[in-house]
């Protein structure tokens, strides 16, 4: 097994940060129809459950539970970064070595990946990812950003819509 395989876990649970190349860009925001068809069409050939997400202007956390058996969360990436990208209106600038490899100049080439160690693991991140919104001044309170999946973990009950009212429970300094 090679050193890049033994981090993977096959079957298992990942936090992710994905970030436009233009930091001051909001297309993720902007375009949201076009980010969630990506992540649709993606989800049907590879599936995989959303677990927790929350999208900002420019970047994204999530965290993904791949098959029993699967370990290959970069295909679905570059198919979810590749999908959103054709449906992006061409213009933006890019550097040489991305013009010299066909490349849009939309995404951060590479992602960050964490594999989720345990149910505090877990736990940790997913208040990271709800209290995002609230760490970049995008807004007051976690509830009040509406591109988080914290509303439907209200909905079901896990957790109240006060949540995070009164700060972080964990800061992750994942930045």
Do not use: C
């Not at 990208?85 to 490349?103: C, D, F, K, L, T």
């Not at 990946?113 to 760490?135: F, G, S």
């Amino acid at each position: 097994m090679s050193h890049y395989r033994r981090w993977r876990v096959a079957g298992g649970t990942y936090f992710f940060t994905l970030t436009l190349l233009d930091r001051r860009a909001t297309l993720l925001i902007d375009r949201l129809e076009n980010l969630r068809g990506a992540f649709h069409a993606v989800r049907r050939k590879l599936p995989f459950h959303i677990d927790a997400i929350v999208v900002l202007p420019d970047h994204l956390h999530t965290i993904w539970t791949l098959p029993p058996g699967d370990v290959d969360y970069s295909a679905r990436w570059s198919r979810i970064k590749s999908a959103f990208s054709r449906a992006m209106p061409r213009g933006e600038s890019r550097s040489r070595s991305r013009e010299a490899r066909s490349e849009r100049g939309i995404w951060q080439r590479r992602f960050w990946e964490h594999v989720i160690r345990d149910e505090a693991d877990y736990t940790r991140h997913v208040d990271y990812i709800h209290y995002n919104p609230v760490k970049h001044g995008y807004a007051l309170r976690p509830i009040d950003w509406p591109y988080s999946s914290l509303h439907k973990f209200v909905r079901r009950g896990v957790l109240s819509a006060d949540w995070g009212t009164a700060g972080p429970s964990v800061d992750l300094d994942l930045d």
